[in-house]
């Protein structure tokens, strides 16, 4: 019974891990969406300055 109730709770941690994951992959993509034209000129910017 013990045992059971064990894997069962691992199961659902292992559940949540891979939720808290894909949300944050998620959101990873979002930003990086929003934020790499700025990236792209913030180096373009450095490029043109420096060489």
């Not at 949540?16 to 913030?42: C, G």
Request: no cysteine; proline share 2%.
């Amino acid at each position: 019974m013990r045992g059971g109730l064990q894997s069962g709770g691992e199961m659902k941690g292992r559940d949540m891990l891979a939720k808290f994951i894909r949300i944050i992959l998620f959101l990873s993509v979002r930003l990086a969406f929003i934020v790499w034209p700025f990236t792209l000129a913030a180096a373009l910017f450095i490029y043109l300055k420096y060489f």
